[in-house]
Each structure stands twice: as structure tokens, then as C-alpha cells.
């Protein structure tokens, strides 16, 4: 079995795919002193959203994106997905 992050251990094989696709392309789009916070290591969270059809993800320092299935992202306004 491949290597999965923990905090998406939940996904399926084809969320987990476009979660990478996302944060690919999301990092890529990034300036470069930005890259290292925004690594796949450092995701914290990933849930499923099924309202948006994305998965919202949150990193190490506490920032949240929705990421979608054909690899675009946007920022996610909330603090958590769970809190109110």
C-alpha cells in the first residue's frame, strides 16, 4: 500500500487523487517563501464536504482551502468546517 497522509486517511482513492491534484497546483500558483507552509506535509485536516463537492483542508499554520476535483482550490473562510 502507498503512503497516504493521515489526515486523509478517510478519503476515497479518487478524492485523495484530486486532493494532491489540488495541492499540486495550489503550491505551484504560490511564491516560493510560501511553498514550505503550504507543503503536503503539513496538512492537518482534510474533510469531506459534500455540500461544496470538495474536500476542505486545513495546514499546520491554521490556514483553510477547499480543494475541488478538477484541481482548482479557493480559500475557506472559516476558522474549522466543525466549529461555528
Known amino acids: 500500500m502507498l503512503y497516504r497522509l493521515p489526515a486523509a486517511e478517510d478519503l476515497t482513492n479518487g478524492e485523495y487523487q484530486f486532493l494532491l491534484k489540488a495541492q499540486r497546483a495550489h503550491v505551484i500558483k504560490l511564491n516560493s517563501d510560501k511553498h514550505s507552509d503550504f507543503d503536503v506535509n503539513n496538512i492537518v485536516e482534510v474533510t ?8 476542505d483542508v486545513q495546514y499546520l499554520n491554521g490556514e483553510w482551502f477547499h480543494y475541488y476535483p ?9 476558522k474549522s468546517p466543525h466549529k461555528k
Not at 469531506?48 to 474536500?55: G, I
Open 48 to 55: 469531506r464536504n459534500m455540500d461544496e463537492y470538495c474536500v
Open 70 to 78: 478538477d484541481g482548482s482550490w479557493s480559500v475557506h473562510n472559516k
